[in-house]
Every structure is written in structure tokens, then in C-alpha cells.
């Protein structure tokens, strides 16, 4: 039995900080995706929403707060948390009811409403919550943890501040034309290196803003696909949203403590190099097919962390990739074509499924600006906090 | 004196530790403790025993913060950069974080660290910390 399901639409609600209900992009993108598919609400089986945190309890509940101002059709309904992970979740939840044969046709959408800074742990006292505990006690931002990774890459492998500025300029360049982008415009090493110091050795310029977005995907059986006439759709052929194994050995947000060690052996693979791996395997598929990749790059030196996780090249090689412009457009395998995060700033719930619209409108020839030329397989790539794996395969 | 700003998590002994807990079938370490399960998954025991961990480790990596953090981090009206340190414990095999105090900042991966226990950012309540073995 094929493991694929068809991507049938893909829509986003443009990122920025406009301020208003997350609903309302988590709407516009359903309907853009719906448009794309040209398949009408009322014939949607399932919705899967990832759920917002930030937005009290309509967000808790976004995948029936989406439907409800879709207009309630009777649709099965579920709501996905796995933090920045959750629009992974909920496209698995939806594929695996596709290939149970409990319906042909799902919608999966994330949006979020974003504030103005940090993110910061809900209110209250939580000495049980290491997500409150961490900045309680430590000040612990996530840049600090973004801070621990690239002082790493400088210590152990060379890595500098030009390499990231690269990583910047790059990104910059790649999302100048993308409709769907929130920051349109070249940026210079001058004001990377000259930007503030936020979590030594990583400038503002190194680390993504928080965003307001959405972004939605409809995915179909192939048999539907095919009953509506297209007998070659962009393919979901994997999803990982594995956790980690224990011990887990490097430190992630929101953790105090890593796992210890101390009476087993830490897994040969780490946590992220282990996402990348169980999406490959379920592909039956490597790195070496990879025509191009969406990394989570919330900072720009942990982009090239990504790089090794995925298969790029080896450990401690990334900085060579940067440099030979390997993974900017026209190169050997384009990384985030889309601007990544760079360009869009996160809208968490919404930003695993952003990534699939991408890979899905490059495979289609559609990525008007930034198009990767003959761009057959992609892959997607993040990590939600509290051990959540987020990567997914497309293929045409 | 201030007060500990959690219970349970570290001693204020003249000679301080960070508490965790043991398994007593398969001797892997938790900190912050874990009273009820054991995390390794080929593990069942339930028997954790609080222990001290290591008092001195090695830097896994570091920062110097720039910006306040957002509460419940101690809002102060005259922001300090602080530090902050992912440190190594060898006996633990784990990695532990805290913040930095003393001179620590020309620190390099893999320096040696001890642990001190010292007034929070506010003065309010006492916090662990890392300093650089002179
Ligand atoms: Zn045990």
C-alpha cells in the first residue's frame, strides 16, 4: 500500500504583525488552499488545526475555532500540539485518517497572533514547568540556547560571524519576491556585524522575530486526486515526528538539565540528526535526493547545524557549504528558498506548514521568483520544544 | 538571609550542591529530581534517591545575555548583561545549566567551572551558579 497522500492546495495568509484575530489568517489561508484545489469546504472530511498557546482558549481549540468561522459542515475535528512542531502534527494526524481510509479529503491549517518581544512562558508560578522555570532562574531566552549551538560551530569547527552574516544575506535575497514574506529586502554583512549583541556571539540580525501568520494545506487520497484529474500531484511521502531517545545528550530548549548518561549509552544519532533520519527511512529516501530543503532557521547558525542533521555533509562541514554557495539558489541543494524564517519570523503553529506550502509550490514550478530549477523532492525540517521531531518529504 | 528561589533544587551549605536524584536499579542521574519514575526507557525502577551532583564541571558552551529576559525572569530597574552556562558533569554525564558569576568572560568550551550559590538578579532570593576555577 502507497504510504503517499496527495497535496491538493496550499495557502498562506501573508506573515507580519498585523495584530488581529489569528482566526481570521487561519481562514484566509484555508480559503486560499481550498481555491488552490479547487475543492469546496463543504466536501472537507476532517480539519486539523495546531493549536496557539497565545490565544486563549479559541486557540487551544484552533482547529474547531477555524472550522466554526469556515462555517460547521459536520467535518471531523482535531487539535494538534506539539510547539513549534504542531503544524507537523496535525498534517500527520491527517494523513494517517487519509491512509486509513477513514476519509479522502482533509484540511490542516495553523495561524498564529504573535506579541511584540521574546517569547515568554504563560503567567503564574510553575516551579514543576521547566518552560517557567528557565527563565524564573536562568534568564534563559531561547537566543540563549540559539547562543549555546553557535558558540559551539566558533569553538569546534571555525565557524564565524561572516558565515552567518552569509547565511543571512542569503535568505534575505531568496524571500525579496515572496509574496508571503514579512521582511522583503536585501541586507548587508555591514548591518548584520553592526547590529545589537542580543545572546553573545548572535546579533539581532542572527536571530528570527515572532510573526503573525497562517497557512493551510489540503491533502487528499491519491484516488481523489485522481478522480478530479490529476494523476500527478506533489506527494506527502513521509512525515517524522519522532521524540527523542534517552539519553538525549544535548541541551534544548525548554530543558534546564539534559538527560544523564550515566547507565546508558547516548543513541548513535542525535535528537535532530534522528528527525531528518526516520523521515528518510519512511521515504525510502537520502539526502542525495534532495533538490532543496526548508530549515528552521531561528537563528542563522543553527541553520548550518541543519545542514549536518539533514545530511548536507558531515559534521563540522556546513561552514564550507555557506561559503560556496552550495544551498543558495542556482547552487547544489537550495536551503530555504522561501527566505526561511529570516524573512518570515516565526508564527509557530503555523510555521511547519508554511514550510510544506513551499516545498509543495516549488515542486509544482510555481515559486514564482525563487524557483529551484527541476525541483522533484524536497524536505522540511524543525523541532518543537519538549522533544517534538518535525520533517516532511514532498515528492512529485 | 534570602531564601533558596526553588525548593529542592540545590543545598546553601558553606560547601553548596545542586540536588538531584539517583536510580536505584539503574543508577542514571535527574536533576531537577524526578521522585516518581526513572527516564530510562529499559528502566521500571521507582526507587530514586536524592544525591548531590558534582560540585565542579566543564563548559559545554556559555553566553553573555544582552537584553532582560522577560518575567518571571527578576525584573531589575538597572539591567546587568548576565551570563549563562551549559555545563558538563563528568560522574553525571549530563549537562547542566546555570548562570555565570566571577570572571568568566574570555571562557572557553571544555574550562573548568564550580558551583556557588549566590543572591539572584534581584537580591530577592539565592540562585546556583557557575564561576571559572581561578
Ligand atoms: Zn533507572
Known amino acids: 500500500m502507497s504510504k503517499d497522500v496527495a497535496v491538493l492546495g496550499a495557502g498562506m495568509h501573508p506573515w507580519g504583525k498585523w495584530g488581529r484575530n489569528f482566526v481570521e489568517y487561519g481562514v484566509h489561508a484555508a480559503r486560499a488552499a481550498l481555491a488552490d484545489a479547487g475543492v469546496d469546504w463543504q466536501d472537507v472530511q476532517f480539519i486539523a488545526g495546531g493549536e496557539t498557546v497565545r490565544n486563549g482558549y479559541a486557540g487551544y481549540v484552533a482547529g474547531s475555532s477555524i472550522a466554526q468561522a469556515l462555517g460547521w459542515s459536520g467535518a471531523r475535528v482535531a487539535t494538534a500540539y506539539a510547539a513549534c512542531a504542531?503544524?507537523?502534527?496535525?498534517?500527520?494526524?491527517?494523513?494517517?485518517?487519509?491512509?486509513?481510509?477513514?476519509?479522502?479529503?482533509?484540511?490542516?491549517?495553523?495561524?498564529?497572533?504573535?506579541?511584540k518581544g521574546f517569547l515568554a512562558p504563560s503567567g503564574g508560578t510553575r516551579t514543576q514547568d521547566p518552560d517557567w522555570l528557565r527563565f524564573f532562574l536562568l534568564g534563559a531566552t531561547n537566543p540563549t540556547y540559539f547562543a549555546f549551538y553557535a558558540r559551539r560551530r566558533m569553538e569546534l569547527y571555525g565557524s564565524t560571524e561572516k558565515d552567518w552574516a552569509?547565511?543571512?544575506?542569503?535568505?534575505?535575497?531568496?524571500?525579496?519576491?515572496?509574496?508571503?514574506?514579512?521582511?522583503?529586502?536585501?541586507?548587508?554583512?555591514?548591518?548584520?556585524?553592526?547590529?545589537?549583541?542580543v545572546s553573545e556571539p548572535l546579533r539581532l540580525l542572527n536571530i528570527c522575530t515572532t510573526s503573525d501568520g497562517g497557512a493551510a494545506v489540503l491533502l487528499t487520497s491519491l484516488e481523489y486526486a485522481r478522480k478530479k484529474g490529476i494523476s500527478d500531484p506533489v506527494k506527502v511521502s513521509a512525515v517524522s515526528t519522532v521524540t527523542p531517545r534517552f539519553p538525549?545528550?544535548?541541551?534544548?530548549?525548554?530543558?534546564?538539565?539534559?538527560?544523564?548518561a550515566a547507565a546508558a549509552a547516548p543513541p548513535e544519532l542525535t535528537f535532530r540528526d534522528s528527525i531528518a533520519a526516520a523521515?528518510?527511512?519512511?521515504?525510502?529516501?537520502?539526502?542525495?535526493?534532495?533538490?532543496l530543503a526548508e530549515v528552521y532557521d531561528l537563528s542563522t547558525a543553527l541553520e548550518l547545524d541543519w545542514y549536518e542533521n539533514i545530511g548536507l555533509c558531515k559534521e563540522g562541514e556546513a561552514e564550507r557549504l555557506i561559503r560556496d554557495g552550495d544551498t543558495t539558489l542556482g547552487g547544489r541543494i537550495p536551503v530555504n528558498?522561501?527566505?526561511?524564517?529570516?524573512?518570515?519570523?516565526?508564527?509557530?503553529?503555523?510555521?511547519?506548514?508554511?514550510?510544506?506550502?513551499?516545498v509543495t509550490?516549488?515542486?509544482?514550478?510555481?515559486?514564482?521568483?525563487?524557483?529551484?530549477?527541476?525541483?522533484?523532492?524536497?524536505?522540511?525540517?524543525?523541532?518543537?520544544?519538549?522533544?517534538?521531531?518535525?520533517s516532511v518529504i514532498l515528492t512529485k | 538571609m534570602p531564601a533558596p528561589a526553588v525548593e529542592g533544587f540545590f543545598t546553601t551549605d558553606p560547601e553548596p550542591a545542586l540536588l538531584g536524584t539517583r536510580c536505584s536499579d539503574c543508577g542514571t542521574y535527574h536533576f531537577p529530581a524526578e521522585t516518581f519514575f526513572c527516564r530510562n526507557p529499559a528502566c521500571s525502577g521507582t526507587t530514586l534517591e536524592q544525591v548531590t551532583l558534582s560540585s565542579r564541571g566543564t563548559v559545554?558552551?556559555?553566553?553573555?545575555?544582552?537584553?532582560?529576559?522577560?518575567?518571571?525572569?527578576?525584573?531589575?530597574?538597572?539591567?546587568?548583561?548576565?551570563?549563562?552556562?551549559?555545563?558538563?558533569?563528568?560522574?553525571?554525564?549530563?549537562?547542566?545549566?546555570?548562570?555565570?558569576?566571577?570572571?568568566?568572560?574570555?571562557?572557553?568550551?571544555?574550562?573548568?567551572?564550580?558551583?556557588?550559590?549566590e543572591p539572584h538578579v534581584d537580591?530577592?532570593?539565592?540562585?546556583?551558579?557557575?564561576?571559572?576555577?581561578?
Open chain 1, 279 to 291: 523521515a528518510y527511512e519512511e521515504a525510502d529516501l537520502g539526502p542525495e535526493d534532495l533538490d
Open chain 2, 60 to 117: 559545554w558552551s556559555w553566553t553573555m545575555n544582552r537584553y532582560a529576559a522577560p518575567p518571571p525572569f527578576p525584573q531589575t530597574e538597572a539591567f546587568e548583561p548576565y551570563g549563562v552556562a551549559a555545563v558538563e558533569l563528568a560522574e553525571e554525564r549530563m549537562i547542566v545549566l546555570g548562570m555565570l558569576t566571577g570572571d568568566f568572560e574570555t571562557l572557553k568550551i571544555g574550562d573548568e567551572v564550580e558551583l556557588l550559590v
Open chain 2, 123 to 134: 537580591g530577592e532570593t539565592l540562585i546556583w551558579k557557575w564561576k571559572p576555577v581561578a
Open chain 1, 337 to 358: 528558498p522561501s527566505g526561511g524564517l529570516a524573512c518570515f519570523g516565526e508564527a509557530v503553529p503555523a510555521q511547519a506548514i508554511a514550510q510544506v506550502c513551499e
Open chain 1, 361 to 390: 509550490w516549488q515542486l509544482q514550478g510555481r515559486a514564482q521568483g525563487r524557483q529551484v530549477e527541476d525541483a522533484n523532492v524536497g524536505l522540511t525540517i524543525n523541532q518543537g520544544l519538549f522533544g517534538h521531531g518535525s
Open chain 1, 248 to 260: 538525549k545528550t544535548v541541551i534544548d530548549l525548554p530543558d534546564i538539565a539534559t538527560d544523564s
Open chain 1, 86 to 115: 504542531s503544524g507537523a502534527s496535525a498534517i500527520d494526524i491527517a494523513r494517517a485518517r487519509i491512509l486509513a481510509g477513514l476519509c479522502d479529503v482533509a484540511l490542516v491549517v495553523g495561524a498564529d497572533t504573535t506579541p
Open chain 1, 166 to 197: 552569509a547565511v543571512k544575506i542569503k535568505n534575505a535575497r531568496h524571500g525579496l519576491s515572496n509574496p508571503n514574506a514579512r521582511y522583503r529586502k536585501e541586507v548587508t554583512e555591514e548591518e548584520i556585524l553592526a547590529s545589537a549583541m
